[in-house]
């Protein structure tokens, strides 16, 4: 039987994972965590669950993540919470997030001009192509927004926040308009997000997970992999910390490539065009996050976006609103959070400034906050997910999942070719990459048995 070791225990490894074991390969997963989930691993914090950053499933039925699940037949594993209570808070008002094209004429917090000119923006987006998309890779979505008044402009950041967890200047058209056609229902897409009702954002790697352990296949936690072995251009194995050489048809790497190649391999392996290549993904997004608890209820809603520069906070979170399961009865979670400088998350009196601004902002927008408020908790993370969405770096220059010349070796994950950001992007590198590791199994078999 044809072995497969994978390295990581994220989304796109046990995406990878899951969709080879329902092809009846045999599959190893070495993870260095004595956890799964990867960068979406939660932790249990004061009997509430904290995910590791704020994330949300895009375009709920039609996401990567949910084809996956789809294939290997386990979705109704996965009970899905909806998230689609969002709004806009702007000069003490509310406004309801528009969930298509149509609602942007309802969209009050813009003028009415400004409504018929975002929708001849947005329309045309909608209903363009990916081809036509890929046009505008190398383009600004700041060559859009910088032309629109302010109101409108404070539309498309909250657009991004909660997209792209970033701002217009660091987005492509190219990906902005990807994402528009994915979430237009006239041409299969939707608008929905969903969170797991279990609470956790981990609850799906963990379900993959255990579908594979249930194939009889391995899901190494604690484990290590100190180099991957390359002989005559060919994979042959790996060797763990301990030094054991673990034989392997194929290896499949889910962490970043710029790391990955100069930890895992011999110096002789890749030229120096090539690491040069990759260095340029190393391009990182960092953000601060707080996580509030209040002894009471202080919104219904689920997403709120301040709209408005004096506003540190870009997205105000209501996990408990999105599903009770993460908080103990009588409390109630938020999160608040906003992009920063990289140097910000390596300096601990910048969280707090950052993360106190925050806390007055939510108590000036709910009255009963501050009084409510039982702990806080701010985090900050670099996350590697730039190369996702700048112009220039968008898919088509990340990571490619195959090496040329090196036979049985494959990369996946947010920093190789994909679609979208984050783990909607690692899965689908995953569905990307499956077949690319099938054919090369059944090309070495067909081989085999004509010598």
């Known amino acids: 039987m044809k072995e497969v070791v994978i390295i990581g225990a994220g989304v796109s490894g046990l995406s990878t994972g899951a969709l080879l074991s329902n092809e009846g390969i045999s599959v190893k997963i070495f993870e260095k965590s004595s956890k799964v989930g990867g960068r979406t691993t939660s932790m249990a914090y004061r009997n509430h669950i904290l995910d590791n950053g704020f994330h949300i499933m895009p375009f709920y039925k039609t996401s990567a993540v949910y084809q996956v699940l789809e294939k290997i037949g386990i979705t109704s594993r996965l009970k899905l919470a909806l998230v689609s209570d969002i709004s806009f808070f702007k000069d003490k008002k509310f406004f309801k997030y528009p969930k298509g094209i149509a609602d942007i004429l309802k969209l009050s917090i813009v003028p009415f001009s400004s409504r018929i000119k975002l929708l001849r923006i947005l329309a045309p987006m909608a209903f363009s192509s990916m081809k036509k998309a890929e046009e505008l890779d190398d383009k600004s979505l700041t060559e859009i927004t910088n032309k629109l008044d302010s109101n409108t402009k404070s539309f498309f950041d909250a657009v991004c926040m909660l997209a792209f967890a970033d701002t217009p200047e660091h987005v492509s058209l190219g990906e902005f308009v990807r994402t528009m056609i994915r979430a237009n229902p006239f041409k299969g897409g939707t608008s929905e997000f969903a969170y797991p009702d279990e609470g956790g954002y981990d609850k799906i790697c963990e379900k993959l997970s255990d579908f594979i352990i249930e194939k009889n296949n391995q899901v190494k936690l604690n484990s290590s992999i100190k ?5 005559d251009n060919k994979v ?3 060797l763990n910390n301990q030094g054991e050489f673990i034989k392997a048809d194929s290896v499949v790497v889910t962490y970043p490539a710029y790391i990955a190649v100069k930890q895992l391999f011999d110096e002789n392996v890749f030229d120096q065009e090539f690491l040069s290549k990759v260095e340029k993904l190393n391009k990182t997004t960092s953000v601060v996050e707080t996580h509030f608890c209040t002894s009471e209820k202080i919104d219904d809603k689920q997403i709120v976006f301040p709209m408005s520069e004096k506003y540190t906070s ?4 209501f996990i408990s609103n999105m599903t009770d399961k ?10 608040a959070g906003t992009p920063v400088p990289s140097e910000y998350t390596e300096n601990p ?7 106190k601004k925050m806390r007055e902002e939510i108590a000036e927008i709910y009255p009963n906050f501050e009084k409510s408020l039982l702990w806080e908790r701010p985090m900050a993370w670099k996350l590697v997910e730039a190369v996702v969405k700048e112009p220039g770096m968008v898919w088509k ?3 490619p999942h195959e090496i040329k010349n090196i036979k049985g070796l494959y990369f996946v994950g947010d920093s190789t070719v994909s679609y979208g950001i984050g783990t909607d992007s690692a899965a689908h590198s995953s569905l990307l990459c499956h077949p690319k590791i099938m054919k090369q ?4 078999q067909e081989n ?4």
């Open 227 to 231: 180099k991957i072995v390359i002989k």
């Open 236 to 238: 042959k194995g790996v």
């Open 314 to 317: 870009k997205g105000i979170f």
């Open 326 to 335: 993460v908080s103990p009865p009588g409390e109630h979670l938020l999160m």
């Open 349 to 355: 009196e910048k969280i707090k400034e950052i993360s």
């Open 397 to 399: 220059q990340k990571m």
């Open 441 to 444: 199994m059944e090309t070495e």
């Open 448 to 451: 085999f048995i004509l010598n």
